[in-house]
Structures are given as structure tokens and as C-alpha cells.
């Protein structure tokens, strides 16, 4: 379905962000993987997709947050296969705190890397789907783009920002061949959500188990979690040619979550 094309995936290494790239794979597409961790890890990883998938893939570590990390992070994808046809922006951190004794430092690094980096891989990317005619940009947002929570008000910010952005550089691009989608996932089971869920059992003095049911039980009535593998099967979809007048929207991948 997407054989010869190319994607750049941020946060790739791990999560959503590799569940997404699995899928891409499997479809054909050769991918750049970027995020941090072992080197020898995340190298096992980009071999794993080149084997299984029979694609190519390449790797780079750029700091999303650094304007001059992102154009070279794109600069990679063409010169390794003349073209960047979708951009997944899934990078993401994360710090739960209320709003008066929240860290300016942690505002700071959030809003760099969930809402700026997402700025500075649209703004690089474009002018290269614009010249070829198409493009598919997938912004990786969440229900917090859509919806508010306590104690997440940096997240909170960050991903009403980047549903807003989509936005823009939808209209902007209507008609050019480029498309720009923010997925808003409600409770994936990720690293970064098991995090939330240890903090929470030791917080309150309980079970990861009882945690775990807890986190659910509050917001998502599925009572499920969405796997990486259902977000990345969406992008792909949103990535093809069924999606092509599918621009500017921001779809709930939630269990129900934002129905409430």
C-alpha cells in the first residue's frame, strides 16, 4: 500500500512511535526511526524492521526540540531515498503537576518537544512535499488536545497546540496534494503510561493491577487499552490514497473517552 514511499517517524524507538513504524514497514515504506535510548538497542531495532519488512531503514538521533537536529533529520530522509513523503510526528514527553508548583523547566522541555519540534518537521518537510506534489503529515496528539486533565497543563497546552497547528498547515496546503492529521490516542500502554500507572500505585499504596483498572475505570470506557499497533494501522490509512481528502481533522483513538 505504500511501497517506494518515505517516512520520517520521531520517537520511534520505542511506544507508539515504533508501533507506528512497524506498521509503515509492513507496507512498504522505508523509514527514518529517530528517538533516544541504547545505541545498541535501537540499532537491533532498525536491522529487526530492515529483516522482517524488507524495507530500509536508517536511523537518526536528532533532538527534536533543536531546530537545526529536524532539517537535518529530513535532509537524511531524502538524501537516503530522494523523497519524504509522510511525517509522523509522535515524539513526546511528559511531567504531572498542578499549575502553581509546576517547574518552568518542565514546561519548557514540554512545550520544546510535543508542540515546537512538531513546528520545526512541518516547516522542513514542506517545502519537499510541495515540490513533489504530495505529502502526508501525521501529527501523534492525544485526547489532551481535545480535552483537559489536572495536573497536565504543559501536555495539556502542547497537544492543543498541535491540533490547532494541523489545522493551519491543512488550509495551507488544500489542494497541493499534502495532507496534515493530528491521532489523539486516549490510554495507550506505552513506557510512558506504565510511568504514570507506578507513580499512582505508589502514590495511593496500591497494587500496579488495581492502578492499572483505576487509570481505565476513570476515563477511557472501553475499559481497554489502544495498542501502538491500531494507532499505526490509522496512520497508514490516513498515509494512502483513501485518505486523500482526509485533511485538518483530529480523530480520537479514545475507547470512548472523549464521548463522555
Known amino acids: 500500500m505504500l511501497k ?8 520511534s524507538t520505542s511506544g507508539i512511535g515504533l508501533g507506528i513504524a512497524n506498521v509503515l514497514a509492513s507496507k ?4 527514518v526511526i529517530n528517538g533516544f535510548g541504547d545505541a545498541a538497542a535501537i540499532e537491533a531495532e532498525r536491522a529487526g524492521l530492515e529483516a522482517k519488512y524488507g524495507v530500509r531503514v536508517v536511523y537518526s538521533g536528532a533532538d527534536v ?9 529530513v535532509d537524511l530522509c531524502i538524501s537516503s531515498f530522494g523523497a519524504i513523503d509522510i511525517l509522523v510526528n509522535n515524539a513526546g514527553i511528559q511531567h504531572t503537576q498542578s499549575v502553581e508548583d509546576f517547574p518552568a523547566e518542565r514546561w519548557n522541555a514540554i512545550i520544546a518537544i510535543n508542540l515546537s519540534g ?3 518537521a512541518m516547516q522542513a518537510a514542506l517545502p519537499h512535499m510541495k515540490a513533489k506534489g504530495f505529502g502526508r503529515i501525521i501529527n501523534i496528539g492525544s485526547v489532551h488536545g481535545l480535552i483537559g486533565s489536572v495536573h497536565k497543563v504543559a501536555y495539556v497546552a502542547a497537544k492543543h497546540g498541535v491540533v ?9 496546503t488544500a489542494g497541493t496534494g499534502i495532507t496534515c492529521n493530528t491521532i489523539c ?30 487509570l481505565l475505570l476513570a476515563k477511557q470506557p472501553s475499559q481497554q487499552f489502544v495498542t501502538p499497533e491500531q494507532i499505526g494501522e490509522l496512520a497508514a490509512f490516513l498515509a494512502s490514497d483513501a485518505a486523500a481528502q482526509i485533511t485538518g481533522t483530529a480523530i480520537p483513538v479514545d475507547g470512548g473517552w472523549t464521548a463522555q
Open 28 to 31: 512498504g515504506a522505508n523509514l
Open 4 to 11: 517506494g514511499l518515505s517516512a520520517v517517524v520521531t520517537g
Open 185 to 214: 490516542p486516549g490510554w495507550v500502554h506505552t513506557p510512558l503510561v506504565q510511568k504514570q500507572i507506578e507513580a499512582m500505585a505508589a502514590q495511593q499504596g496500591i497494587s500496579v493491577e488495581d492502578a492499572t483498572e483505576k
Open 164 to 172: 490547532g497547528m494541523s489545522k493551519v498547515v491543512a488550509l495551507e
Open 65 to 73: 526540540s533543536k531546530p537545526d537536529d529536524v532539517k537535518a533529520m
Open 118 to 120: 512538531i513546528f520545526y
